[in-house]
């Protein structure tokens, strides 16, 4: 048996060489399969998903299918991240490496590199040429650090000419992230309408090292396509809700789902958000218990959709309690496309800002206090919101 099975990998290995003689200078590499002469062509990104102080997903397109890794280099240090999914290396267009074990606070650089799959054979597979972006920085969050910045837009609905009108007005080198609170689409149908009505136009602004946060709106439970979104903007957890360590703030980005029940008739009974956000009470629950970092940040900022926490059976008063309970001192959302700012009231603890569809909100904090300025399209300054810390 174990010799019939050296005879196969010798008769194997001998076709590989044969093929590769074949091949002539083409392949230009010593691998004992084929290798063509073609390279993929990087076609969106990379850019980064969901950065937290220990890992971040690494997001790009190639034009033809290949496997994808990422060259991590900290100084003369490189690390390879390579995916896999049940013991396969992942080969298509859309390419998601997680980074993770990465030190908070600290500098990186970073290279996408695919590798063209010419033919996913059996055996020896015909493959290509590697492509391979250029090298950028990235800083993870630091939760020990003093101070925090990032900005926020909402509501963006498909129209590019908003996005770059609020891109534009980003202070970038100054930001530690780009927030988007949701709706994005009126729905979603196709990956190309996804890149085209908006990651494109935000990645172009946004460049490889900046990382983007989205927080689901209830548009995008909705359409052909809406079941793939995940895999576009994915974070480390596998989750549309997470929180964030960045230094002063302990950011909490959920997922407020619908904006109706899951028997209204026109979701034809597909909608099950009731078990989907029990699931997501429950790890907010358990995170608010555990987390150092929100028990000792002077700011606990929620950041979602629906101010409202979407809809709920209880229509929210189980969340409206926990955050309270757990000392939110802020929410910011989006979904009603006009600005709007309600100071803590006998229901709520928390300040509840909800910024309009074509404005910025930058939002900084000290260890001492917290500041949201939201700005019009234009740039003019339209509110200015400064919350001291309780401690
Ligand atoms: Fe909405």
Redesign the pocket.
């Known amino acids: 048996m174990k010799a019939a099975r050296t005879r196969t990998a010798l008769a194997s290995l001998c076709f590989g060489l044969a093929l590769l003689a074949v091949q002539g200078p083409a392949g230009a590499q010593s691998e004992p399969y084929k290798v063509f002469d073609t390279r993929p062509v990087i076609t969106e990104g990379p850019f980064l998903s969901a950065l937290s102080d220990t890992s971040v997903s690494v997001v790009w397109m190639t034009d033809a299918p290949s496997h994808a890794k990422v060259l991590l280099r900290d100084g003369d240090t490189v690390r390879e991240f390579e995916p896999q999914v049940d013991g396969l290396v992942p080969v298509g267009l859309r390419h998601v490496v997680t980074l993770s074990g990465l030190t908070p606070g600290k500098q990186y650089s970073y290279e996408a590199v695919a590798t063209r799959v010419v033919k996913l054979k059996p055996y020896w597979p015909d493959k290509g040429l590697s492509a391979s972006s250029a090298p950028a920085t990235f800083t993870t969050f630091n939760p020990q650090g003093k101070r925090a910045s990032f900005s926020v837009v909402t509501?963006t609905h498909e129209d590019t000419g908003r996005i770059n009108r609020l891109m534009k007005l980003v202070d970038w080198p100054g930001t530690d992230a780009l927030l988007h609170l949701?709706?994005a689409f009126h729905w979603l149908d196709t990956e190309e309408q996804l890149w085209a009505k908006w990651l494109r136009p935000t990645v172009a602004a946004m460049g490889p090292g900046k990382p983007l946060l989205f927080a689901r709106?209830?548009?995008e439970l909705r359409g052909a396509y809406a079941r793939h979104l995940a895999g576009y903007v994915p974070a480390p957890e596998g989750t549309y809700y997470y929180a964030r360590a960045m230094g002063p703030v302990h950011l909490l980005v959920l997922d407020t789902g619908e904006?109706k029940p899951d028997d209204t008739n026109v979701y034809a009974r597909l909608n099950r958000t009731v078990p989907y956000r029990e699931a997501e009470l429950a790890w907010l629950r358990a995170h608010a218990a555990s987390s150092k970092h929100l028990a000792s940040a002077p700011f606990r900022v929620v950041a979602m959709?629906?101010g409202d926490w979407g809809w709920l059976p209880d229509n929210g008063a189980a969340w409206t309690a926990l955050a309270n309970q757990a000392r939110v001192d802020l929410v910011i959302a989006?979904?009603?496309?006009e600005f709007s700012y309600r100071p803590p009231d006998q229901a709520r603890a928390y300040h509840l800002l909800v910024l309009g569809q074509d404005q910025l909100a930058r939002v900084d904090a000290t260890e001492r206090e917290l500041t949201v300025r939201v700005l019009s399209d234009q740039g003019l300054l339209l509110h200015t919101l400064k919350i001291p810390t309780r401690k």
């Not at 989006?334 to 496309?337: A, E, Q, S």
């Open positions: 509501d949701g709706d709106g209830n548009h904006d959709h629906q989006g979904h009603d496309h």
